[in-house]
């Protein structure tokens, strides 16, 4: 069973305007979130995070909300750029993680129109 | 400057073979991880070490063997049980296990032919 899901495989936008990604989880010791960006052929690079005793974190233009009572987080991206195009791959871990590493959604590709 | 190599970029293999991929990081992390890549099927966990000499498996580990004898390394090897092993692979490093990003190497897809 999947403990992250991303239901939208893919999003397209037009250049300047907002895009939302969205992430649930089901996992309630997740704790610790991430946002990982990927070009194809080459690895993920990470983007954002954010912990759980928070509910927004900001970077530039991008903006992670965490909404802990309905496990859903989101990642914004304002304005969008056509540099943005790529897959957004959504990933959670406990903080008490044990043996868990993180895990990861599906993805979900963004693509941003000129 | 620190990072995580993954070699080879591609990779081609005989149907029946074993075949290794090498990852390297100097990041002086502890823990690392091999996650697969497939069309539509996101990052799925192959094995993963917290410390040397020591790792488990991920969730699809059938057909792969790791080891950690150092550090810094940990090989993949794709067996020739692996039933489909045409995959984009990804090694990954963090300086501890849970609550800490992971930093990606550039990936090594292979191709059985």
């Known amino acids: 069973d999947q403990q992250v899901k991303q239901n939208s495989p893919s999003l397209s936008v037009q250049e300047g305007r907002i895009s939302i990604l969205n992430c649930d989880y089901t996992n309630s010791m997740f704790d610790y979130f991430l946002w990982y960006k990927k070009y194809p052929a080459e690895g993920p690079t990470f983007l954002i995070s954010i912990s759980s005793i928070k509910d927004k974190n900001e970077d530039g233009r991008f903006t992670v909300f965490l909404n802990k009572s309905a496990k859903h987080l989101s990642l914004h991206i304002v304005p969008s750029q056509p540099g943005d195009s790529a897959v957004y791959f959504c990933?959670?871990?406990?903080?008490?993680?044990?043996?868990?590493?993180?895990?990861f959604g599906k993805g979900t590709r963004l693509s941003v129109i000129a | 400057d620190g990072g995580i190599t993954q070699s080879p970029k591609y990779l081609f293999r005989k149907e029946g073979q074993n075949v290794t991929l090498s990852c390297e990081q100097n990041?002086?992390?502890?823990?690392m991880y091999w996650y697969r890549q497939d069309p539509g099927q996101g990052l799925r966990l192959i094995y993963y070490?917290?410390?040397?000499?020591?790792?488990q498996k991920g969730d699809i580990a059938e057909g792969y063997s790791v080891s950690r004898e150092k550090k810094e390394s940990f090989p993949l090897t794709v067996t020739s049980a692996q039933k489909n092993p045409t995959a984009f692979y990804l090694c990954a490093s963090s300086i501890r296990q849970g609550n800490t990003e992971a930093f990606f190497g550039q990936g090594t897809r292979l191709t059985v032919v």
């Open positions: 070490s917290q410390i040397v000499n020591d790792f």
């Open positions: 990933a959670a871990s406990p903080t008490f993680s044990g043996n868990t590493p993180l895990v």
């Open positions: 990041l002086n992390h502890d823990a």
